[in-house]
């Protein structure tokens, strides 16, 4: 397969009239200055993709569902009561209808891969399914219906609380000891003997609420290898739990008692003070940015310029799925900075292009998070691509060197013309080659799934 575009970014660079060669999933090739030969699929702008670094596919189902106020309950623990009643009810059928859709919709807003941090393991009341890895082999098969590039990041959820409360109602579908936990690694492993060679997996413990030091411990001794993800000072009341309970903040404890590196990626990361935001950024481990969703979840705002100074790693995510948007997730998170400061373009290490650091940055931070080689168009790495139209009303007119600003300030999904998994070329003329079928089979497990609530 060879691509021509009028434009592509390489590293920080844009080089005009490119050819790129693609086989076996990865980049092969690489002219510029080249006319387009009659073969070629041709596009106008043409970037790497990002990594979706973090998402529970199966809350997209609940979006437009609890935005309602109830006098006298905190809002938080609204949305959480909604998502334990959809888990009374959802099969393993809803699961992989839900996750193709998200899928779908993640690689038409430009994303080429994702995180899956999946933590809805067994069936209502907890008992394992006969196939223990029964609704991660349902994410497999939505991954591979779609195409999109999965890293599997199978959940350690054992506890209900810092204080290692039992698991109770709707979370008894999530709970595993150490031991089972293991046993459903290895059938996840296994599992990708059926999956294209760019599937990944990882490992998730859930957060400092969810599991204890000692299994934390046991679980990265088991698990040498491969990308860990864990949830981290997402909101305060967390940060005090775990404060009164280990005697230090979340990410203060995580970085003391771990060996926090390069294969870490700290989801949310929200609630820092300087002094850990610094140390974060020095770890090398990736934060894993969900704006849209920390925004509808009232989490709180990441302390990006502190971060972003000391050269920090991060990616997006996009979580409960509520929205699924590349270019809002970027504004969201530089326009949070914004409304905190009082003052423009921030999130740019000393100067520069505000859309292409976060486009850049996010790219190569994402990939790193999903351990996938990708984030940068270069040679041997994966075809993880995006092609934009320059002709859109949002993008017209606007240099190279100007295009990510667009994309990021003033563009929505439409502007995205296609999208490579590992080369899989399933988003053409803005719509996945799917679509028809993914929403039908979406509309028909909603429709059981709300008439059972
Ligand atoms: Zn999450």
Not at 59 to 85: N, P
Not at 86 to 109: G, K, N, R, S, W
């Amino acid at each position: 397969m060879q691509i021509h575009a009028k434009h592509m970014l390489m590293g920080q660079n844009w080089v005009t009239d490119a050819r790129i060669s693609c086989d076996d999933g990865r980049i092969s090739a690489i002219e510029t200055g080249q006319p387009p030969a009659a073969t070629d699929h041709r596009v106008d702008v043409l970037l790497p993709a990002l990594a979706n670094l973090h998402s529970h596919t199966f809350q997209r189902a609940m979006a437009g569902m609890t935005e309602v106020r109830v006098a006298g309950k905190e809002s938080f623990w609204t949305w959480r009561d909604l998502m334990y009643r959809f888990l009374d009810h959802l099969t393993p059928d809803h699961y992989e209808a839900i996750a193709a859709l998200v899928f779908m919709e993640m690689q038409e807003a430009g994303f080429a891969s994702v995180g899956e941090f999946h933590y809805v393991h067994h069936q209502q009341g907890g008992t394992p399914y006969a196939q223990l890895s029964e609704l991660s082999d349902r994410v497999f098969a939505a991954a591979h219906e779609t195409g999109i590039g999965l890293t599997h990041l199978p959940v350690l959820y054992s506890y209900g609380g810092v204080n290692q409360e039992p698991l109770v109602g709707g979370q008894l579908r999530f709970s595993n000891d150490l031991a089972r936990f293991q046993r459903l690694h290895e059938a996840c492993t296994s599992g990708l003997r059926h999956m294209p060679a760019d599937t990944q997996i990882g490992v998730a413990p859930h957060s400092l609420r969810a599991t204890s030091p000692q299994d934390l411990a046991q679980l990265l001794q088991a698990n040498q290898t491969g990308p860990v993800h864990i949830h981290i000072s997402e909101q305060m009341q967390e940060v005090a739990d775990v404060q009164a309970k280990l005697g230090a903040r979340p990410v203060e404890w995580l970085l003391a008692n771990a060996d926090v590196d390069a294969r870490w990626c700290l989801i949310h990361a929200t609630h820092m003070t300087e002094a850990e935001t610094v140390a974060l950024a020095k770890s090398r481990a990736v934060a894993g940015l969900c704006p849209i969703t920390e925004s509808n979840l009232g989490d709180g705002i990441f302390n990006g310029t502190t971060y972003v100074e000391n050269g920090g790693a991060f990616g997006f995510g996009s979580d409960s799925n509520v929205r699924i948007s590349l270019t809002e997730e970027l504004r969201t998170l530089e326009y949070s900075q914004r409304l905190r400061d009082q003052q423009r373009t921030l999130m740019v290490a000393c100067a520069g292009s505000v859309g292409q650091f976060l486009f850049t940055g996010a790219a190569r931070g994402g990939a790193q998070a999903l351990g996938r080689a990708a984030g940068e168009i270069k040679l041997g790495n994966l075809a993880d691509l995006v092609a934009l139209d320059h002709s859109h009303p949002a993008l017209f007119g606007l240099r190279p060197d100007q295009l990510l600003d667009g994309l990021c300030f003033a563009a929505g999904s439409d502007v995205v013309t296609d999208c490579w998994s590992a080369g899989r070329h399933v988003v053409r003329g803005g719509r996945h080659i799917k679509r028809e079928a993914v929403v039908a089979r979406y509309r028909s497990a909603i429709t059981d799934l709300v008439s059972a609530l």
